[in-house]
């Protein structure tokens, strides 16, 4: 699977951007997540998503903010970011890893190590 990331930016604090995650190759991902690292930083949750429902999970800083989603017939999944602060500033990435139950998902699905292939990024920047 690979998966390619695009939609960042800059934007001026409060402002949106959506984010986008394309796979291509064996596209089949049961749970997939959004993650975001900043410099210095270890790379954190963000949001994921269990493909084969509708159940989603955030981290406790951007509920309410953020939305995750995806469309099946495009093999894209998505991070709407809405009321965005300077603290959101990071690369961003999406992961991927098939095959594991709605529980695990909901479970891990906001732990790094849950993920069996990621993007190359996408940066970020709220000033």
């Known amino acids: 699977v690979q998966l390619v990331e695009s939609g960042g930016g800059s934007v001026q604090a409060g402002g949106s951007l959506r984010l986008s995650c394309r796979a291509t190759?064996?596209?089949?991902?049961?749970?997939m997540g959004w993650f975001r690292q900043a410099p210095g930083k270890e790379r954190e949750a963000v949001a994921s998503?269990?493909?084969?429902?509708?159940?989603?999970y955030y981290a406790d800083g951007v509920k309410g903010r953020f939305t995750i989603s995806r469309d099946s017939t495009q093999n894209t999944l998505y991070l709407q970011m809405s009321d965005l602060k300077p603290e959101d500033t990071a690369m961003y990435y999406c992961?991927?890893?098939?095959?594991?139950?709605?529980?695990?998902?909901?479970?891990?699905?906001?732990?790094?190590?849950?993920?069996?292939?990621w993007g190359q990024g996408t940066q970020v920047t709220v000033s």
């Open positions: 992961g991927g890893t098939p095959y594991i139950r709605a529980w695990y998902c909901e479970r891990d699905g906001l732990l790094v190590s849950t993920y069996d292939f």
């Open positions: 190759g064996n596209t089949f991902s049961s749970c």
């Open positions: 998503i269990y493909t084969a429902g509708t159940s989603t």
